[in-house]
């Protein structure tokens, strides 16, 4: 994992390529833009989530919004490691000049001296990366959050999912629809 002071728009979409270059087939590159607090989420991501598992989810269609399976998944792994305390999922509008109205999902995590996002979709051609929030939002246009989802939420729900279903992708993909309905039927 890299892990790297704050740097401008330019500077880190070269470090992510410079990363991407760097990894071997089928490996996951993680990537800090955020000091103590994004090593903090990146550190518990390392430990208790299966990147390659991240890795393998595909969007509907032409694989776009492998996002939001890919950002409930990973919360799925830190709350059954016990480590989702400080995380939440979260969706939101991003209003990027080519595509104007991109619904998109990402973790956030949370400390008293700051806060970054995790992004975790399209790991096959990027890094998963922690920045800070406000540059996070910044660099992706965003219009507004959608959801905001905590751990105990995140959890409640996922027990009660799991229960119904005993296949562990199907169960996400279902946790998924479940917990992000009001996003997935947004209309933009």
């Not at 991109?102 to 990027?126: F, I, M, Q």
């Not at 959050?145 to 027990?159: A, H, L, P, T, V």
Request: aromatic share 8%.
């Amino acid at each position: 994992m890299s892990d790297i002071a704050p740097y401008t728009y330019d500077e880190i979409g070269q470090l992510m390529a410079q990363a991407m270059g760097r990894r071997t087939e089928g490996q996951v590159v993680m990537v800090n833009f955020n000091g103590a607090v994004g090593r903090e989420a990146i550190d518990a991501i390392e430990a208790h989530a299966d990147a390659t598992q991240l890795a393998a989810w595909k969007g509907v269609g032409d694989g776009d919004g492998n996002c939001f399976f890919a950002s409930t998944d990973l919360m799925r792994m830190l709350v059954d490691a016990g480590v989702s305390k400080g995380f939440r999922l979260v969706t939101g509008l991003f209003a990027h000049p080519d595509v104007p109205h991109t619904l998109h999902g990402w973790l956030e995590y949370r400390k008293p001296d700051g806060a970054v996002a995790v992004n975790c979709s399209n790991l096959a051609a990027r890094p998963l990366y922690a920045m800070e929030r406000g540059q996070y939002y910044d660099l992706n246009n965003c219009a507004g959050r959608i959801q905001s989802i905590d751990g105990d939420e995140f959890s409640k729900r996922w027990k009660a999912v799991r229960r119904k279903f005993d296949d562990e992708p199907e169960s996400t993909r279902h946790l998924t629809k479940a917990l992000l309905r009001k996003t997935l039927l947004r209309q933009t």
